[in-house]
């Protein structure tokens, strides 16, 4: 299995303001994403991040908003800019591939509060 | 693309009943199937998984099972205790190197 670290696990951020999260994996793998989850709901995929090239976005969520960093394969971050209270949310990252497996683990969330 | 489709939405069962969770898919071509487990508060977590080419795989007292041909697929948990309720999410995907579609979640509460 991997083991997936997120920095910071929580954050309150003023309108208009940035925050970038970092996800670290303890060893290479294929894939990786970025997730919101809202209170009480389901998963939403936010992007794929690609290692060296742009990310892959959902519809609905766009790089000016989300830009996403993955400079290799054990490493990613996601920043969402000019911070609304609608961003407030849990974001989580996971990764895939790890040791040729085919599942994906979690790491431990990001809880955004936006003022 | 893909559309995960899963029910209850909630689920409430006396300490040691079974418990089942069923999940739809769309896509044909989809071939990997993990249950994860989400805690309040926590990261979703990996309970079992089933590839496509097996119907049935247990492990102690979590089961799954898989029907291809009517793209269906459940989770079977037995004596269900305390410890048990959480958030269980289905999913989908096909080869390595595709996204998981996630289910919309089952909330399952054990009581005592």
């Known amino acids: 299995s991997a083991v997936i670290s997120q920095k910071p696990s929580r954050d309150i951020c003023q309108r208009g303001t940035s925050l970038t999260i970092q996800c670290q994996v303890d060893s290479q793998v294929t894939m990786m994403f970025w997730y919101r989850q809202q209170p009480g709901q389901s998963l939403t995929l936010i992007a794929t991040?690609?290692?060296?090239?742009?990310?892959?976005?959902e519809s609905g969520f766009v790089i000016d908003k989300f830009p996403i960093s993955r400079p290799n394969l054990t490493f990613s971050t996601l920043t969402v800019s000019n911070l609304s209270p609608e961003d407030s949310s849990i974001y989580l990252c996971?990764?895939?591939?790890?040791?040729?497996?085919?599942?994906?683990?979690f790491g431990p969330g990001t809880r955004l509060t936006v003022l | 693309g893909e559309n995960v489709e899963q029910h209850p939405s909630t689920l409430s069962v006396q300490e040691g009943d079974s418990a089942v969770i069923k999940c739809t898919y769309s896509?044909?071509?989809?071939?990997?199937f993990p249950w994860y487990k989400q805690e309040l508060g926590k990261r979703p977590q990996l309970i079992i998984d089933?590839?496509?080419?097996?119907g049935e795989k247990k492990d102690q007292r979590i089961a799954v099972t898989l029907n291809k041909t009517a793209k269906h697929f459940s989770l079977h948990i037995t004596e269900t205790q305390p410890e048990d309720s959480a958030v269980y999410f289905c999913?989908?995907?096909?080869?390595?190197?595709?996204?998981?579609?996630f289910g919309t979640g089952t909330s399952l509460t054990v009581i005592p």
């Open positions: 089933i590839r496509s080419n097996v």
């Open positions: 999913a989908a995907s096909k080869d390595t190197g595709n996204q998981f579609y």
């Open positions: 896509d044909s071509a989809s071939n990997y």
């Open positions: 996971s990764a895939r591939g790890a040791s040729g497996a085919d599942t994906q683990y």
């Open positions: 991040a690609n290692q060296g090239s742009e990310a892959t976005y």
